[in-house]
């Protein structure tokens, strides 16, 4: 159990246009998931925490206006990266938390974004 | 959070044990160490977690000195599909915050 995945796997999208990738919790509900974005040959930073049915918390330095994040569902968040644009191509990754007694996080695949 | 502190990147050849040391000097009383494991565009996997002494499970062991001031992951017998990228975390809440990943070893199975 406590499998996560993410649409797409990889996109790519003409700078300016906005693009959505889904994080789901397939077996096992996620009040909070958390969302990563990992360069080349770098490690993960975190974007945002995302909590079921409240606005998003971000990290300093990501604008909000620019990744949107929903979590409407408890297994279902999704980020919007908003006018694209070829910095953002980027690896992004997504996790959710289950609590099962003590707290366990478990990774989606990820998406490769590049913009053209 | 305690910072981390590994080599990084390292080199080995199948069949080979593999010993990634982590350093965290700055570790709380009620930290534990994380391991996890990230091949090249797919999202890191939890290895192994320990607090103290030896964990052992069937992918890897965890050494964990008395003064928890490091640790080191040991991966019997590598093939080449162990090639990935190899973090240690250091945190009081195993999985109710967010994670914070270092730099990783970069680890590299040679034929």
């Known amino acids: 159990g406590a499998v996560v995945s993410q649409h797409p796997s990889r996109v790519i999208c003409k700078s300016g246009t906005s693009v959505k990738i889904e994080c789901r919790s397939l077996d096992f509900q996620a009040t909070t998931m958390f969302w990563y974005r990992q360069f080349p040959k770098q490690s993960l930073m975190l974007m945002a925490t995302s909590n079921e049915g409240s606005k998003a918390t971000y990290e300093q330095g990501v604008e909000k206006d620019k990744f949107l994040i929903n979590h409407a569902s408890l297994t279902l968040s999704t980020l919007t990266v908003t006018s694209a644009h070829p910095e953002d191509s980027s690896f992004y990754i997504c996790s959710a938390r289950v609590d099962r007694g003590a707290y366990e996080q478990y990774f989606g695949p990820g998406t490769r974004l590049t913009v053209t | 959070l305690a910072k981390t502190t590994q080599p990084i990147s390292m080199d080995s050849y199948e069949g080979q044990e593999v010993n990634i040391t982590c350093s965290h000097n700055?570790?709380?009383?009620?930290?534990?160490i994380t391991w996890y494991q990230q091949f090249p565009s797919q999202g890191p996997r939890f290895i192994i977690q320990g607090y103290k002494t030896k964990v052992t499970n069937e992918v890897a062991s965890l050494f964990i000195p008395a003064d928890r001031k490091s640790s080191t992951l040991s991966l019997p017998r590598v093939s080449l599909s162990d090639t990935a990228v190899y973090y240690c975390l250091v945190d009081l809440d195993t999985g109710r915050r967010a994670l914070t990943f270092g730099s990783g070893t970069r680890l590299q199975v040679q034929p």
């Open positions: 700055n570790i709380a009383t009620n930290d534990y």
